[in-house]
């Protein structure tokens, strides 16, 4: 009977470490997950004594010591929200549940209704309150005022960009409804006076000069903005100009 528990133990501690090797796997994609491992132990009935075993004496089988997590860094990758954070090196996020200390690192934040940054499962963010660019120093839930911060309008862009030399050059006025009076158009955004974004689209059309060299070439450029104006508030104005830019301002 003894040899038959010897041999179980081993059997339960097998299965014990396929179910830690299945958990990793399970979440690989976890976010701030940390894996662990198995770590075995002899087992001697002289144990139970708290007696330290003797040569040449059998053992009863194995146990489970530990299930132990491995704190390596992980890897760090961007997302769309900008309230998601990582932690590069040690250290755990703090947050409140109803009361209660938890650690974690899973940095996948999110704004409740009170404008409290919180985790997926409601935990409050614990941290430092900045007010007026200084920090408190009491700890506690971090909130965010999301009408504390006045958007501000774009007021300059600068593009860069090269534009292929070998073009047809196209004559009369660039209208941007018609594909056929401009060679090429690229969009960016800009933002209005509420924080919007908005399409800011521009339209170059080659006017005189062609070939393998941009010596006497004249691009026109034209821009607009498509925006809302009135009912909602929002501020977005239209621009249209024309900009010539003569012997070679771009090249291919």
Known sequence: MGAFNTALSGLQAANTDL??????????NTVGFKSSNAEFADAYASAMA?????????????????IAQQFTQGNIETTSNPLDVAINGNGFFQ????????????????????????????GELIGIQAQNGKLTGASGPLTINQ?????????????????DSTNTPISGNININDPSTYNYSTTTTVYDSLGTPQLL?????????SGTTTSGQTWNVDYSVTGTTGASGITT????????????CWRE
Do not use: E
């Open 95 to 122: 947050f409140n549940y109803n009361g209660s200390t938890v650690y974690g690192r899973n940095g996948q934040f999110q704004l409740n209704k009170n404008g409290v940054i919180v985790d997926a499962n409601g």
């Open 237 to 248: 104005s239209v621009v249209l100009h024309s900009v010539c830019c003569l012997n070679g």
């Open 147 to 163: 009408n504390a911060i006045a958007p501000q309008a774009t007021s300059t862009l600068s593009l860069g960009l090269n534009l």
């Open 19 to 28: 179910q830690t090797l299945g958990n990793n796997i399970s979440n690989a």
């Open 50 to 66: 708290n007696t330290a075993p003797t040569d040449g004496q059998v053992g009863i089988g194995t146990t489970v010591q530990t």
């Open 201 to 209: 689209t521009t339209y170059y059309q080659l006017q005189s000069g």
